[in-house]
């Protein structure tokens, strides 16, 4: 099943459910005005919004208008993102020559949810001297995940799957990490792409709480890279075990996986500028790759096309 969010003008607009070749819709407002709605009370909402996708099968709905769309959940409660592909510390390690980090657990943070920019949103920011960089990602919705949930127990609580663009500040992030407390100034609000799937819309592609798909990313039209999502040192069920290991988990919680990133990064490329500036410094000392600049345009999108795609220029704040 696929989920979207209409512009309505509301803050969290108008929740619909889309045909699989992305044409048509029905609205949810049967069941639920917005999709946080429908998440708060999914195992009621969840079959009412399968009957709806059954009838748009059948060749039921109204013409889709995808420019409307907005991020499938345009404010959250929580947005927690991860690090969960070790290839891409491991470049950042040799490349600074810094510590290794500790991986015998999740590494995470918790982010800006007062807004999702939609796929297609220009991205407003002020300076190019911050460091302007994407962050190609998978992630997840959960419903309310209550303390101590184990990560067997996690699987169940898993509802809908994104792709996300994290958008960083690269100069900015230095200096807030010597800080020892969290980001602010270096992480803006991320872009989802349009529509949010239940897992068992990606089929075989949705195994051990990973997404086994290629996130094919393009810069002003040209290739970047397309590593592939199975390559997760912890599954997405394990993030919200250790997430929920203090705290309940509200619904709507929002995890990301953090840049997606291969062992094979010479053959597949990368997710994020600063990867391959890593690659770079490894190799040749120095890094060539420049980042964003105003105008430039980021796209990401999956085989298959489950979740639309992100298609985002960079602007001047203001």
């Given amino acids: 099943m696929r989920l979207a969010t209409l512009d309505n003008g509301a803050p969290d607009g108008a929740l619909v459910v889309v045909s699989r070749d992305a044409t ?10 917005t999709l946080q709605q429908a998440i708060e009370r999914w195992t009621v909402a969840e079959p009412q919004l399968r009957a709806l996708a ?12 995808q420019a409307r769309l907005l991020a ?3 404010r959250a409660w929580q947005w927690l993102d991860g690090s969960a592909f070790p290839q891409h510390g491991e470049l950042m390690q040799k490349a600074f020559n810094l510590p290794p980090i500790e991986m015998d657990r999740p590494l995470m943070y918790q982010g800006l949810s007062d807004r999702f920019l939609s796929g297609t949103q220009d991205v407003p920011l002020p300076s190019e001297d911050d460091g302007i960089d994407f962050e190609g990602e998978f992630g997840i ?45 270096a992480k803006p609000a991320c872009a989802v792409a349009p529509f949010a799937v239940t897992p068992d819309e990606l089929g075989d592609a949705w195994a051990d709480g990973r997404v086994h798909l290629p996130l094919h990313v393009t810069l002003d039209g040209v290739w970047f890279g397309h590593p592939h999502g ?7 069920h394990e993030l919200v075990a250790h997430a929920s290991r203090t705290r309940d988990l509200v619904a709507g919680t929002i995890i990301g996986s953090g840049t ?9 490329g990368s997710c994020c500028l600063s990867e391959q500036r890593a690659i770079e410094m490894i190799r040749d000392q120095v890094p060539k790759t420049p980042f964003l600049k105003f105008g430039d345009h980021v796209r990401m999108e999956v085989p298959g096309n489950h979740f639309g795609h992100i298609d985002q220029r960079v602007v001047l704040a203001g």
């Fill in 24 to 33: 048509r819709c029905l609205s949810g407002a049967p069941v639920a005005v």
């Fill in 54 to 65: 059954d009838r748009l099968d059948r060749g039921e709905g109204t013409v889709l208008d």
């Fill in 72 to 74: 499938p959940l345009p």
């Fill in 141 to 185: 919705i959960t419903d309310a995940v209550p303390m101590g949930t184990t990560p067997q127990d996690s699987f169940g609580h898993i509802k809908l799957v994104l792709l996300i663009n994290d958008w960083s500040l690269r100069a900015i992030a230095p200096i807030e990490m010597k800080t020892g407390f969290g980001w602010v100034q």
């Fill in 230 to 236: 199975g390559e997760m040192a912890f599954g997405f």
């Fill in 260 to 268: 997606v990133s291969n062992a094979a990064y010479d053959q597949v």
